[in-house]
């Protein structure tokens, strides 16, 4: 009798690495405190430290690792950048000038507790940050200058027009609109996916990977991103407020969703095929990266 | 009799390189909108290229070419890199969340035509795109990858915590309360002189200049960044806002400024002191820079 292949333990890995993530983005801030004034490292701290699911940092290390690199703490320092593009997206879509949310993740926004203007400058402060930290994080991680540059590059490609600030800006002008099922995966490969993409790739190049193992993870981005937007969708219809801990803000602002457009049946069986498809992206490249594939079931199963 | 060396013409200087740096921000443009959906170009062209000194990206090439670049188109480019944050910075300040201007040179600014969060969105965005833009020049300019890096780096340095981002911090800390002349230089070195010496320091890093000649560019930037906002203060109290086309904020505000500090008198001849300072810094590295002497006097004789 063959023995069973010990089942992989996702939870863990979540927690182990989540955990690990929290003490990169623990010295991320400690390093923003050596130049910026304290009464913008107050909002910076608490929209990068008050949690989140890490998804997009775990992403950058499981690539990392699934690549054959060895895990080091510069590794979550890297990984940490991109969650400093997050944290900072968050903090500004919370403005009064924006979606003017007080909760997120149940707790007061920062510009509640520091005012509009110390959060929207602090948010502005973690742009460049996350570009140094990552230029950083890739020297101790011994990346050459090419590879330095490559990650920079990636970040901030997914960070800007092309990516989170075009995606966001699609979101905003497709608000009242009907959008149909190719604008919306467009809306959010932008949105959301191109950083969960380039988490992944950012993870790749640390690790030296090959352009065809860059361009698995690639797709394999993109199949979880759609995965990922899909899922946050039947959460968003089936969940309420206060399970959410935020506003279902989509909903009272009548945005077109995946539900919405599909119905519920039909936008679960989209979000299993999107992440089937991701993990059929990065077999295809001989990645052997078993975490990396339950990542993408999780995308699915997870809750908010 | 030896003959005079001809005068240096400044003005034929500013024109024409300021010419040439808007052709290069038209490219800027045409690149963002090749991402950036229409709504946020339209505020980003509106902040880009609706005037100003240029006075950044033309540190940048001047330097440049003190340092033995050979001017080509690509060398414009990346001084419009410079500019975007530049851009980016005024529209952020105008918002109604931050000073609430609705002129900016004479104009209206652009939260008042295209509002607030398109106008906020398509700031945040010419941030990564400045990266980016820097990135593409350094090719086009045959930088290797340590240069490019190198570039990427003093210009998110520049922007953030340490530099921009960090001294408007600052600025708006030190609203109604009283800065000594240290705090002050402390303030606008952040604030502004980080920007200006970004600019001369890339103009330097593009034509691979020595690390003394660089440091002498450094100090040298520190000094005119100095003299640049003292005269900015002095402008500010001798001129009415007729004449600026903006709402001379600062007095309303209560701030501290060199003028309150020192008087008029005393403003003048630090404002001085600080070009004459930087001017001797430069001289000491051996760059032969006419074009920078002539800058730095530039700076304290302009208008606003």
Chains 1, 2 share one sequence.
Not at 211 to 225: H, K, N, P, V, Y
């Amino acid at each position: 009798m063959t023995p069973e292949p010990p089942a992989f333990d996702l939870e863990a890995l979540l927690r182990d690495e989540r955990a690990e993530v929290e003490r990169a983005l623990q010295r991320a801030c400690e390093w923003l405190g050596e130049e910026l004034p304290d009464e913008l490292l107050q909002p910076a701290r608490h929209a990068v430290l008050s949690g989140g699911k890490r998804f997009r940092p775990i992403l950058c290390v499981v690539a990392y690792r699934a690549c054959g690199g060895a895990t080091v703490p510069a590794v979550y320092d890297l990984s940490a950048a991109i969650e400093l593009i997050h944290a900072y997206s968050l903090m500004h879509d919370d403005l009064p000038c924006m979606d003017d949310a007080a909760l997120r993740r149940g707790q007061p926004t920062p510009h509640t507790l520091f005012g509009e203007a110390a959060t929207a400058r602090a948010g502005l402060a973690l742009i460049p940050a996350a570009s140094l930290w990552a230029l950083r994080a890739s020297d101790a991680l011994g990346a050459d200058d090419a590879r330095s540059r490559k990650i920079v590059s990636q970040l901030n490609r997914a960070a800007g027009a092309g990516g989170m600030v075009g995606g966001q800006a699609l979101d905003l002008l497709g608000e009242g609109k009907y959008l149909d099922s190719n604008a919306l995966n467009r809306l959010h490969s932008m949105k959301t996916g191109a950083l969960l993409t380039a988490s992944l790739v950012i993870g790749g190049i640390a690790a030296a990977a090959s352009d065809t193992t860059l361009a698995g993870l690639e797709s394999f981005g993109r199949g979880i991103g759609l995965a990922f937007q899909v899922t946050d969708d039947i959460l968003d219809a089936t969940e309420i407020a206060a399970d959410l801990g935020k506003h279902p803000s989509d909903g009272l602002l009548d945005k077109s969703t995946y539900v919405s457009l599909f119905g519920l049946d039909e936008a679960i069986a989209r979000a299993r095929e999107y992440a089937e498809e991701a993990a059929a992206a990065l077999r295809g490249t001989g990645v052997d990266a078993p975490a990396l594939i339950a990542l993408a079931s999780y995308v699915v199963k997870r809750k908010k």
